[in-house]
């Protein structure tokens, strides 16, 4: 258990490492002045109860005379009283930024947790990452992350709780050491039984974590299907599918507070160890007042403590399986963490593919392929489902890394160059649509530094025949629903192949990108297409129509090249 803490928050804390040790300073120094605002009554009330005439052999006199000696101050009920109103102000002071900074560490674990989860997501082999459903990713993101970084406050706000005890009970041993055995050993006690109720709330968190995992994707496969559960009137069926999730994580849920609000029982175990402690004092050690009194004191500050250390400790393990979860994905295998790409070049030449094979989960999708792909030519790649066309896509697109074989690109020196430095162009036949303006959503994928202008833009609307129809609109700023949603499917592919035309793209890439639209859509599309020069285009398709486009047609038949026209 301790190994899991360390790794889930051992990286966040070097990463913040001036951050932390400033808090660590913070908590350590409030707690220190918390304790020591209440202990120093002990000394004022002691001094008027023996009329100054204090007892040097006691431990705290000790302490206390010795510092007035160090700053030449007589020492007297007022100089004593000005003593403990300094350190409460002082505590005040420090606890204002104890908490300013504490309360932080959840916006900032979180914040430090969807930043590594996103370049996971981002930069990780695509066919790796894209194993992975998609409402598992988005629920790792929203819903872990944020318990992830809760995490990260609770277990700091626990170190600081244990401070606090650990402080509490050394002024407890100054008042007098011979009660320290007997609160300790409460203490102890009190730690025992949080650890044991805390291994249930571990089990019922990876619960939890994994109801939570059910439910959203639950959701996504509810919300996907809207359409055809009306049409199957399968409402109920769903609806009471989502109950149960509900149910089943309304029962986890309770056990964990069960388990955490089982020390409230403890309060009657705390009055017995007060009293018991109350009587010892008196009868035994006979102490004077003013210390019984400051001894209780601290101990019912010291109760409450214990008790929010139970609390802690338990909403800490039923949020442990969340980290975990994230941990898992992100250190599950070595992928680079570097954005900057090479810089990109003007020209490809010709790309090569040399004995291509590629296996999936020991499935040989392509096998031993060879192909040569050169610019301002337009190859057609068609065959029947599964005869691994998408895939020959991914694999030259980059996506996918050969099992055998490899591709070659070379630029106009005839030299080899990496696939990420080559402006390459992708469109599938459902097309990316971003929740945005027009202008939003042509720009998407255009991170160099050129500045497009409206011309430009509008040239790339005119192209595919979209410009006159956002025009009665808003243009540019037209703002298109999520997934096109105020858009046809023609619409939608149309805007997503304008983004071909606000530069030029050495590689382009179009996959089935033509079979859910109309023959308008297509044949403004071929149009489009057919005005590209000095590109390699690639068009995966069972369309007769871009095949009669094409200058080079690949057929592909039990993962290997059937022939080529």
Not at 371 to 389: N, T, V, W
């Amino acid at each position: 258990m301790k190994s899991e803490y360390l790794l889930i928050s051992r990286e966040f804390a070097i990463q913040n490492k001036r951050y932390f040790a400033f808090l660590t300073l913070m908590s350590f120094l409030s707690s220190f002045f918390s304790v020591s605002m209440i202990a120093f009554v002990l000394p004022v009330l002691n001094f008027i109860e023996v009329n100054g005439d204090i007892d040097t052999a006691k431990t705290y006199w000790t302490i206390i005379a010795s510092f007035f000696n160090t700053i030449n101050l007589e020492m007297n009920v007022y100089t004593l009283a000005i003593l403990n109103l300094v350190i409460v102000f002082s505590f005040q002071v420090i606890d204002y930024f104890r908490l300013i900074y504490i309360q932080n560490l959840y916006p900032l674990g979180m914040k430090y947790v969807r930043q590594n989860l996103m370049t996971k997501y981002l930069l990780d082999d695509f066919l790796n990452i894209n194993s992975y459903s998609k409402s598992s990713l988005v629920t790792l993101y929203s819903m872990h992350a944020s318990e992830y970084g809760n995490l990260f406050y609770r277990m700091f706000v626990l170190l600081f709780l244990i401070v606090q005890i650990l402080l509490f009970t050394v002024v407890l041993s100054l008042i007098n050491f011979s009660l320290l055995f007997l609160i300790t050993s409460y203490i102890l006690i009190i730690v025992f039984v949080t650890l044991k109720r805390g291994k249930y709330a571990l089990k019922s968190g990876k619960e939890i974590a994994n109801i939570n995992d059910q439910i959203l994707q639950r959701v996504t496969e509810t919300i996907n299907a809207l359409k055809i559960s009306k049409v199957f009137n399968y409402e109920k069926t769903l609806f009471n599918k989502s109950v149960k999730d509900s149910d089943l994580l309304l029962r986890e849920s309770m056990n964990v507070h069960k388990n955490a609000s089982l020390i409230t029982f403890i309060d009657t175990f705390n009055f017995i160890f007060l009293m018991s402690t109350l009587i010892i004092s008196y009868k035994y050690f006979q102490l004077p007042l003013s210390e019984i009194v400051i001894f209780l004191f601290l101990l019912f500050r010291l109760v409450p403590i214990l008790k929010q250390f139970n609390f802690e400790k338990i909403e800490i393990n039923a949020k442990l399986e969340s980290a975990l979860k994230i941990k898992r994905l992100v250190d599950e295998n070595d992928y680079s963490t570097n954005f900057d790409y090479r810089d990109k070049i003007n020209s490809l030449v010709k790309m090569n593919i040399k004995n291509v094979s590629f296996k999936y989960q020991n499935h040989n999708v392509l096998t031993d392929i060879t192909l040569q792909f050169e610019p301002s030519k337009h190859y057609a790649i068609k065959g029947r489902s599964g005869s691994g066309k998408s895939t020959l896509a991914d694999l030259i697109l980059g996506l996918y890394k050969p099992s055998k074989g490899n591709i070659e690109y070379y630029d106009d020196k005839n030299k080899l160059i990496d696939i990420s430095s080559v402006y390459k162009f992708y469109m599938s036949q459902e097309p990316f649509i971003l929740n945005g303006t027009v202008r939003d959503n042509l720009l998407f994928g255009s991170n160099d530094d050129l500045t497009y202008t409206e011309s430009t833009l509008n040239d790339a609307l005119r192209k595919v025949d979209l410009e006159s129809f956002f025009i009665q609109l808003q243009g540019l700023d037209t703002i298109i629903d999520e997934n096109g949603a105020n858009l046809s499917g023609g619409q939608k592919q149309r805007l997503a192949l304008a983004r071909l035309f606000i530069r030029h793209y050495d590689l382009i890439v179009l996959d089935e990108h033509t079979s859910a639209i109309d023959e308008v859509s297509i044949k403004i599309i071929n149009e489009a297409i057919k005005s590209i020069r000095k590109s390699i285009i690639i068009s995966i398709t069972h369309d007769s129509a871009v095949m009669e486009n094409a200058d080079v047609i690949i057929e592909l038949k039990n993962s290997r090249v059937n022939r080529k026209v």
